[in-house]
């Protein structure tokens, strides 16, 4: 499923360490821990540099995304984040940055155009999932969303003068299509062959533009099944048949929204990495945000983040038996329940978030 970023496995890696808000540094932590594993296991030397995003940003120097923290990241061979969001913004009309935006900063700053986002079950978890075990059993996709484009960077977007009237504005260029939709192609020839084109085409004229560009570029891939699917649509079938999907590919909204729902579905959204690949250096996070509530207690699920460190050193080292290691402690800490609330089983003492994390760098 990795596509290697580069072919030979490089020993000495740089790695920024942006913990983010919330449960961030919690679980980054976990995952470093993970990370100092392998390195133990398979040689590595490794560097981290921590720098700030977010509203930890904000409080430290007004910027979500300051220029020391870009400089980390560009100077760095991956980086590894954890989540963005804090309340103190949410209901905050007067709040003039947010943290939000340097999310947005750092992934159009470093070309982060493609977040590929693996949603797969795990056996001992299908009862936790609201679907019925054999709708669920076995499903096994990945959704591309295209990460710097549309409604979230389209411009203008604001407010008419007198605030009763706002706006948003979708734009993409028939290059920022061709790229994400080439890496929908690639996964799929690489996978079981099967690309869904999810837009709303029958609305929107940016839609109709991907639509379009698709079509294109199915006769470079006669190995590839294509179908085109209307998001509102996709949004159902996700739930009624998620075995339908191999890989699916979708503008940056739209896979914002169907990557949450899809991630319920395999029980936890405490789960599922993510990596985001471009131009720059690549960047793993989970795909959850920041859980404020949760936030300082211990009680956060690791495990989203340590495996997007497994999806690092498969996407960005080419090693794919270090990304074998700690999915197999991963999926050890399960079978165990050494587990967090939000997955363990009735009866069964949840875990902390330390002790899963101890748990997998042990058995790493
Ligand atoms: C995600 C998040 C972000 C997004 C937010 C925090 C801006 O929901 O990574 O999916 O919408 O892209
Ligand atoms: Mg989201």
């Not at 960077?153 to 605030?163: A, I, L, T, V």
């Not at 260029?173 to 994400?180: A, K, M, Y």
Request: aromatic share 8%; charged share 25%.
């Amino acid at each position: 499923m990795a596509r290697p970023q580069k072919e030979r496995i490089m020993k000495d890696i740089k790695i920024a360490v942006l913990p983010g808000d919330g449960i961030g540094p919690e679980i980054v932590a976990q995952a470093v821990k993970a990370v100092d594993a392998v390195a133990a296991k398979f040689g590595y030397n490794i560097t981290y540099t921590h720098a700030l995003v977010g509203a930890a940003a904000i409080d430290a120097t007004g910027n979500p995304y300051p220029d020391e923290t870009h400089q980390a990241c560009m100077d760095a061979d991956a980086v590894l984040f954890g989540a963005i969001g804090d309340p103190r913004f949410d209901n905050n009309p007067e709040a003039k940055v947010r943290p939000e935006q340097g999310l947005l900063a750092m992934r159009k700053k470093l070309g982060l155009y493609a977040n590929l986002r693996p949603v797969n079950t795990f056996d001992s978890l299908l009862h936790r999932s609201p679907l019925r075990y054999d709708l669920v059993e076995g499903a096994d996709f990945i959704c591309v969303r295209e990460l710097t484009g549309g409604l979230y960077f389209g411009r203008p977007q604001g407010r008419s003068e007198d605030g009763n009237t706002a706006y948003d504005t979708c734009v993409y260029s028939r290059e920022e299509i061709e790229r994400i939709c080439r890496l929908g192609f690639e996964y799929a020839g690489k996978r079981r062959g099967k690309l869904t084109v999810v837009d709303k085409a029958n609305v929107l004229a940016t839609s109709r533009l991907w639509r379009e560009t698709a079509k294109a570029m199915e006769k470079d891939y006669p190995n590839v099944e294509v179908e085109y699917m209307f998001v509102d649509n996709a949004a159902m079938k996700i739930i009624q048949q998620p075995k339908h999907f191999d890989v699916m590919v979708t503008e940056n909204m739209f896979g914002d929204i169907l990557t949450d729902e899809a991630s319920v579905i395999t029980g936890s959204l405490g789960l599922l990495p993510s990596a985001s690949i471009g131009t720059g250096t690549s960047l793993f996070e989970p795909i959850h945000g920041s859980y404020p509530q949760a936030a300082g207690k211990n009680i956060a699920n690791p495990i989203a983040t340590i495996l997007s460190a497994a999806m690092m050193f498969e996407y960005a080292f080419a090693d794919m038996e270090a990304g074998a290691a700690i999915r197999k402690a991963v999926n050890l800490s399960i079978e165990q329940n050494v587990v967090t609330e939000d997955i363990a089983p009735e009866g069964v003492k949840p875990s902390t978030t330390t002790e899963v994390g101890d748990f997998i760098a042990k058995n790493i």
